[in-house]
């Protein structure tokens, strides 16, 4: 049986370091696919038929992501493959990507965060389920907790080096008033009730496209959660970023 693991390439190192543990951890019971092991696609190879191959015969696909990895399109793609196929899908996030903020479809499946103290056991029960295997192994866990958290610092160590790194949270001079009213607005509301351009309109008796505006330039400062509604206008909410820099500025 295969475990499919969706990565970008500058997060490969994460991605073989995941697949050593997991094949370890269940030997003989298991294969990781890895797009950027050789061993998986060797020289020669036709890739994405190797990749669609993969993904059929994949019992469970773990996707890496991070707010880097969800903008590119190949991480969509292979999760869009994973969901026509029906193959479950197990979000791994990240560099400070939070579970509650994955964007949709990602959204709709049970996530996990690195950083978590009980990860590991979550991520090897969950395999063990879709393994179809009852007894979950014994392993040194703390060791591969460290191993994982030393390459995911070498990962932002290298984002740092390139220039990718994401933008840290802006000091609240740089905000212009409206966009500081619109923070103030979603402060007042719970994360269950997110809110559209519409309703901040309304609430602020602003004209929509300005509201509209200043929710974009939030979200770029990573202030704000947006929800992608097809169909439906988009909704938004505090990020954890957003509501730390009300609170600092007594606002909240």
């Known amino acids: 049986m295969k475990i499919f693991i969706s990565h970008i390439n500058q997060e490969s190192n994460l991605a073989l370091v995941l697949k050593e ?55 969509n793609f292979e999760t869009g493959c994973g969901w026509i196929k029906r193959v479950p899908i197990i979000p791994i996030c990240h560099s400070g990507q939070e579970k509650a903020f994955l964007p949709s479809p990602i959204s709709m499946f049970q996530a996990l965060e690195l950083n978590d103290q009980g990860f590991i056991d979550s991520l090897l029960s969950s ?23 030393m390459t995911f610092s070498g990962i932002q ?50 004209n929509e496209q300005r509201i509209q505006y200043f929710l974009d330039l939030l979200d770029e400062k990573e202030l704000v959660h947006r929800f992608w509604n097809i169909g439906s206008p988009s909704a938004y909410i505090l990020t954890k970023e957003g509501r730390k820099l009300l609170f600092l500025k007594n606002l909240l």
């Open 21 to 75: 543990w997991i094949e370890s951890s269940f030997v003989g019971q298991c294969e990781v696919f890895v797009s950027s092991d050789q061993d998986d696609i060797p020289a020669g190879s036709k890739w994405l038929e190797e990749i669609d191959r993969a993904l059929s015969e994949a019992v469970a696909l773990i996707v890496i992501c991070s707010p880097i990895s969800l903008s590119r399109p190949w991480i």
């Open 127 to 149: 395999l063990a389920k879709h393994l179809k295997i009852t007894k979950i192994p014994r392993i040194d866990k703390e060791s591969m907790r460290q191993e994982l958290l």
């Open 157 to 206: 160590d290298k984002q740092t080096k390139s220039g990718n790194q994401l933008p840290q949270t802006p000091a609240t001079d740089e905000l212009p008033d409206t966009a500081l009213e619109i923070l103030t607005t979603l402060g007042k509301y719970t994360d269950e009730y997110p809110l559209a351009a519409s309703d901040l309109s309304n609430a602020l008796h602003t």
